[in-house]
């Protein structure tokens, strides 16, 4: 990968540093937390923390490995939601609940697959291709499932076991987040694959001109990045029986695309790695379940967590100031 | 030959009766004011502005009041913003400018409509609010005491969550859309039995906004903090059964009451069935709709009388499920109503 090494690893120096301000906000944070609030320190409340982020960040997992190509997936809570919806909505017709997983799982995979190509070959910007593939994708599910609210069939176990069981003390969908995230670390880090996805996010004009396949590339990730979405949405069925599409109308996209940008990989592509997405995610976690545990109001809960946010980036923006050397073509 | 005669004027007179009787009962086959009720009804138009369609409630409704519309020959459009509060002020100001003879509007909150309302009122068109009151009192609101729906599960609480064998005070409110009418006027219910039963504490006061992940993380978090926390109660079934979920995974389903209100779709008795919820509050969207569908007949039948000058209130039935009677007619599937 001609380029990529050097300059990857000058920028992974460099943003590593909005990583570690990051994670300082969020080691702050807990101190307070665990000094002022009772039970928040205990090993519950800290398994709560990671169980109720487990779909924040296998979601946030996804987009930044599209994010590092220098693409966004805004489809990803659409593709969710109805890729799980779909799965059971077959089931209902009498089909093998896992075999109905299956099918949805291929499902997402095409849509995977469109938005790939709508981005790679026809060369649609991606934040317009997903923005619009996202509300297709969702309004031909709405005009499909009568419900927004789709209920698993009950006695499933492995879907019961995603919900309630834990391996070693530690629930199935932290289990699930943590390997999800694992095997995406190991991929992006130690695969040849996984460095094309860097340089073509570096400058994807320079990796087509040295002769990388960026196109598959490109819709490879889409296609990943969706079924890591379904991915999230079967963890979300496990845990609350049943599937609700309308979280396509929350903020809940943004929050992934947030933990993605807060955690240090830059929209620009190129940089970062899951170890950013871990610590946006989780700085998100404590924040929420320190305020839920001190009752504030949805005001003030959104609020603060903004002024926190804003402040992250601020700090990194005083520690790193942006100038011509560091900041890339398409930095937003 | 006397009796022949009377014989002969008496059978007269009978035919003459019968006679008479038949033809009055010709002119009473039509049954007495129902040509101008079909009248009244007929070619009439009538929009439906609600928050989202995909809800059970809606679905609900809008089964009985098409049946009614088919039957009685008015059209009822449903313009659907999908949980859009924007596209919600589109579809009300576009439903404005047509000039129907009734909008039914389904409020957001008590804010986003209440000019709309306003306009449309004055502009002549006569509008029925269903479940989710506006501040605009408009001619007709057909839905939930919201108030007593309040009171309902506090005080559901109250039993289970005072007196010497209550395993704490302590009890969740996991509200709605803070903004949203059943919200303010359940809140109102809910203080007024917390005043009543001061020893209740309520721990956590939190928005799930109608959604169950949301609703089983705070409920998570909150037993972390309150591991003997005794009840929670809710706003929406569909929503509480994530608290159900985060309560059953901490294995403390004997130990906290979860008490909500819901359509009484049958989905909501499954979740009883499941041990995810203990009481619903059943307001039957079903009925909700007969009523309205009244109202809606009211509204058309006289034309005559102006917009917003007789305001009139219709609150539904509410049913206590819980698992003893989570049968019948307290777990309706949309293919029952129709």
Known sequence: MPGSGKSDGRRLGFKASQEVVVVAISVMLFVVFSATLNNFLSRGNVIAILKNVSILGTLAVGMGFVVVGRGIDLTMVAVMVVGVAFSIWISTWGIDFTLAVICGAILVAVIGLFTGVMVAVAEVPPIFATLAIASSVYGSGRIVFASDVLYAPPDIAWLKFVGNGSVLGI???????GAVAALMGLFLRKTRFGRLVYATGDNPNAARTTGLPTRPIIVTQYVISALIAFTAGIIMTGLVTGIDTRLYNSSLIYDVLLVVVLGGIGLSGGQGGVRNVIAGTILVGILTNGMTILNFSYTSQNLIKSVILLGALAIDAIINPRDEQTSQSGDI | MKIFKKCLLAGMTALALMGAAQVASAQETDQVGRAPYLESLKGKKVIFVPISQGMDLNQAWVMVWQRHAARYGFTL?????????????????????????????????VQTYARLLKQAQAAGIKVLQVNMQSAT?????VGNDWIEMGRLEMGELAKHCTGPNAVSHKVVWLAGVQTGAANIYMRTGIDEVLKANPELQLVSDQPADYISEKARQITETVLQQHPDLCGIMGIWDNAEVGAGAAVAAAGKQDQVTIVTNGAGAATGCESIKNGLLDVIFNFNAPIQGEIAAQQISELLQHPDRQAGSEKTIFFG?????????????NCWKPEDIK
């Open chain 2, 317 to 329: 039935p509410i049913t206590r499920v819980d698992k003893t009677n989570a049968t019948g007619r």
């Open chain 2, 137 to 141: 009192q408009t001619d007709s609101y």
């Open chain 2, 77 to 109: 459009e449903v313009r659907d913003p999908n949980g859009d509060t924007n596209a919600g002020i589109r579809a009300m100001q576009g439903a404005i400018a047509e000039k129907p003879d009734l909008i039914i509007v389904q409020n957001p909150d």
């Open chain 1, 171 to 177: 629930p199935m969908s932290v289990v699930i987040f």
